[in-house]
């Protein structure tokens, strides 16, 4: 009975990733599609990203993401993102907004919003539960010590 129970709940787990990454999938394919229809298939191109590169607004937008939080590497940013701007043709604007970030994050606490402690990104993630689990080694070790002191 207990393994029916584990088939069904990765069969479960299985649909649920489906559902949550297929529509991603399809998204990534049709990006190279050559149709401007988002059902028709013409043919491969790059030709949607050219324009994305090209396109002043979102690679303002893009920079303005990346630079905002204090807890990047705005140097390798600031470097990447000039190489990448002459490559392409691109303005790369390297404003610092880290000075902001504090008042940024109080003021959205103000609002009511939800604050993440970290990305979401795989390597954050490690990093948050590994910080979670230093910190309940450090407990348990400072209680252990404490009980081996009676």
């Known amino acids: 009975m207990k393994r029916h129970g584990r088939t069904l709940n990765r069969l479960l787990m299985a649909l649920v ?8 999938f399809v998204l990534i394919v049709f990006s190279f599609n050559d149709s401007s229809s988002r059902t028709v298939w013409q043919g491969f191109t790059l030709r949607w990203y050219v324009e994305l590169v090209q396109d002043r607004q979102i690679m303002s937008a893009l920079s303005t ?3 905002v939080s ?5 140097e390798l940013i600031c470097a990447t993102g000039a190489r ?13 907004f880290r000075p902001r970030f504090q008042e940024g994050q ?4 103000a609002a ?3 604050l993440q402690k970290y ?15 230093k910190k309940e080694l ?11 002191q009676c």
Do not use: W
């Open 70 to 74: 204090p807890y990047q590497n705005r």
């Open 112 to 114: 009511g919003l939800y």
């Open 138 to 148: 450090h407990k348990l070790h400072k209680a252990e010590g404490r009980a081996s």
């Open 106 to 109: 109080e003021e959205a606490r």
């Open 65 to 67: 993401t990346l630079l």
């Open 17 to 24: 990733f489906l559902f949550l990454y297929a529509p991603i």
């Open 119 to 133: 990305c979401g990104c795989v390597y954050s993630e490690e990093e948050r539960f590994s910080n979670r689990r």
């Open 84 to 96: 990448m701007g002459e490559k392409y043709g691109v303005e790369f604007v390297p404003y610092d």
